[in-house]
């Protein structure tokens, strides 16, 4: 269906107001020292994210609001900040009493439980540094990040420590703690090696001194997803707390009274990020969904759970178009006021998608587990280009660069110029380090640009174009063509519901543009839905861009996080090793 260019914001008709509604100013007027401001830092001046998150609402008529609204199989708990305060100084008593000091590396590998929640900010109160890892790892790939993390504590659950860890615990030598958290009910098991969380916690004082942490203390350690290949270990400071609070309120539009739903797990830099520090730091009610994907609950949930701003991913969002418009329009979602996503390119029938079903279109936005937050995106308070990630948050300085000849780096004068997008450094939740890898660190700046690995382009209106990662692009007759162009024209055919694109090397093009299509329900991969569909990106693209092979998958092969691997896609056509494919989800 052909759409318009453009979805004219409705700022005026939002209540409360969106955030901000005057692009300029608000950046002219922005700065660090006055977030700084905004915030309470620490008796001895330092920053803590966990006292900006908990202990500044934990006091006073805010400890009773919920923080953590926990739905579980056995129906719903919550967690109020002054609970929250109390049982993160609990565990930070663990680890004082356990002698786990500040720096060392504290891994956390369960479901979305209260007691990860607790263990992570518990954690930044000690000044220990917290890697909260994707339970649904294999055993490999969790002694692999632990090794390489130089894990001190682990906590997690008995059937997950049995399942995953045991056997490969001679492989961690510097592990000295293993916490079990029991769920509730389950009897207690003497396991050798390990603790009970709730023994531990049961002996512990409710009342801790925060570590007098610096905003250049480590408090974070993530893996980013493995899209491009093994996993890098991304160190984060505190002071990144600065950055999750200027794009909680621009980027996410929160406000006091938000009821926030975050569908990322933690094990994922979004997850944490927006899933625990940033509604924290703004005192909202979070939701925590325990169980993984499913459409009906997750439209239930938006309703009985009045969801205001709602956080997601392009891949939960075409699962959602996948189930069709049924479910969703069981009810409205009058709470509803802002959905926004991240992780990958959101196809513009995305965005359309939320406008049509759910009454409001999908505000995308760009990031990096490098990044540490938010830094491109599209707001209530603008217009959105279906297509775009939007424009660069306060704070933030984006450009386009290109190489020349010789190398050396050039940032683009003229609009719409493809190049790598580069940030200029400055913003506090900038990543510090991938672990033992200072080399590879160092190789993505030039001067003061980061230099993210992404092709955008940036229109003459200031929004930026996501292109392909840098590996993804193709190159074929002398064009250079971005996956997900042709991607999103796929997806506009009724049958399609997830596009993977990647060039194959072919002798007189350089590289043939291939498609991956898995379809939606009620639809077959023949011969005539194959040409259709090829003639349907003939149209859309012309011929120098659209695919010329179509293969159908009953779906596409993904990360744990959501990504769509294309570089497995383009190994397992040309029959070459899959390479690391430790965050592989399970049967993709
Ligand atoms: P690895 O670095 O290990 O290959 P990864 O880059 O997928 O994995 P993350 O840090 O989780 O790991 O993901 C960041 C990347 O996701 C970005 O560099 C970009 O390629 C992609 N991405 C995130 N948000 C968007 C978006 N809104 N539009 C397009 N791409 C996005
Ligand atoms: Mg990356």
């Known amino acids: 269906?052909?759409?318009?260019?453009?979805?004219?914001?409705?700022?005026?008709?939002?209540?409360?107001?969106?955030?901000?509604?005057?692009?300029?100013?608000?950046?002219?007027?922005?700065?660090?020292?006055?977030?700084?401001?905004?915030?309470?830092?620490?008796?001895?001046?330092?920053?803590?994210?966990?006292?900006?998150?908990?202990?500044?609402?934990a006091r006073g008529e805010q400890g009773e609001r919920v923080a953590f609204r926990f739905i579980g199989e056995q129906g719903q708990s919550d967690l109020t900040y002054a609970q929250l305060s109390h049982q993160t100084n609990r565990f930070a008593n663990v680890l004082a009493g356990l002698g786990v000091g500040r720096g060392e590396r504290l891994f956390v590998l369960a479901g979305r439980v209260p007691a990860l929640y607790i263990a992570v900010l518990g954690s930044m109160k000690r000044g220990t540094v917290v890697c909260p890892l994707f339970s649904a790892f294999g055993p490999e790939p969790i002694a692999t990040r632990m090794s390489l993390g130089d894990a001190r504590v682990l906590v997690t659950t008995p059937t997950l420590y049995r399942r995953k860890v045991e056997a490969l615990r001679d492989r961690l030598p510097g592990l000295r703690h293993v916490l079990l958290v029991r769920a509730p009910g389950e009897a207690r098991q003497e396991i050798p090696g390990t603790l009970d969380w709730d023994e531990a916690m049961d002996g512990a004082s409710g009342?801790?001194?925060?570590?007098?942490?610096?905003?250049?203390?480590?408090?974070?350690?993530?893996?980013?997803?493995?899209?491009?290949?093994?996993?890098?270990?991304?160190?984060?400071?505190?002071?990144?707390?600065?950055?999750?609070?200027t794009t909680g309120k621009y980027a996410l539009d929160l406000h006091p009274d938000d009821i926030y739903w975050c569908t990322a797990d933690p094990g994922w830099v979004t997850g944490t990020s927006y899933g625990i520090v940033a509604p924290l730091l703004h005192g909202v009610t979070s939701i925590i969904d325990e169980a993984e994907f499913d459409a009906e609950r997750w439209y239930r949930i938006l309703r009985e759970q009045a969801v205001t701003v709602w956080y997601t991913a392009p891949t939960a969002i075409r699962m959602?178009?996948?189930?069709?418009?049924?479910?969703?329009?069981?009810?409205?979602?009058?709470?509803?006021?802002?959905?926004?996503?991240?992780?990958?390119?959101?196809?513009?029938?995305?965005?359309?998608?939320?406008?049509?079903?759910?009454?409001?279109?999908?505000?995308d936005n760009w990031w990096q587990t490098e990044t540490g937050g938010i830094m491109i995106a599209n707001t209530p308070g603008f217009d959105i280009k279906p297509g775009s990630m939007g424009r660069p948050l306060p704070g933030v300085d984006a450009c386009i660069v290109t190489r020349d000849a010789d190398?050396?780096?050039?940032?683009?004068?003229?609009?719409?110029?493809?190049?790598?997008?580069?940030?200029?450094?400055?913003?506090?939740s900038m990543w510090r380090g991938y672990l033992n890898e200072d080399a590879r660190y160092r190789k993505c700046f030039d001067g003061d640009l980061y230099l993210t690995g992404d092709l955008a382009r940036c229109d003459a209106d200031g929004y930026y174009w996501f292109v392909g990662r840098s590996d993804d692009v193709i190159k074929s007759s002398g064009h250079l063509i971005g996956p997900f162009e042709v991607e999103s024209a796929l997806l506009e055919h009724p049958a399609v519901a997830e596009a993977g694109v990647i060039g194959k090397p072919d002798p007189t093009v350089g590289e043939m543009i291939k498609a991956f299509v898995s379809l939606k329900p009620g639809y077959e991969g023949t011969p005539a839905l194959r040409m259709e569909l090829l003639g349907h990106a003939r149209k859309r693209l012309g011929a120098a861009v659209a695919p010329k092979e179509i293969d159908f998958l009953p779906s596409l092969p993904r990360t744990r996080s959501g990504k769509i691997l294309r570089r497995l896609l383009k190994a397992r056509e040309l029959g070459l090793p899959e390479g690391d494919t430790s965050t592989l989800e399970a049967g993709a």
């Open 207 to 245: 009342l801790f001194d925060i570590a007098p942490t610096s905003a250049d203390d480590y408090a974070l350690l993530h893996f980013t997803s493995g899209t491009t290949g093994t996993p890098k270990g991304a160190l984060h400071v505190h002071g990144a707390a600065l950055t999750h609070w």
């Open 407 to 428: 190398g050396a780096v050039h940032v683009a004068t003229e609009p719409d110029t493809v190049g790598e997008l580069a940030l200029k450094r400055g913003w506090p």
């Open 320 to 363: 959602l178009m996948r189930a069709g418009p049924a479910p969703a329009r069981v009810s409205t979602y009058p709470a509803l006021r802002m959905v926004a996503s991240v992780g990958e390119p959101l196809n513009p029938e995305a965005v359309w998608w939320g406008e049509e079903v759910l009454g409001h279109p999908i505000h």
């Open 1 to 57: 269906m052909e759409r318009p260019g453009i979805i004219k914001h409705r700022a005026a008709a939002l209540r409360p107001a969106p955030n901000w509604t005057d692009y300029e100013a608000e950046r002219a007027g922005f700065s660090w020292d006055g977030v700084r401001a905004a915030l309470d830092f620490l008796p001895c001046g330092g920053l803590n994210i966990a006292h900006e998150a908990v202990e500044r609402h």
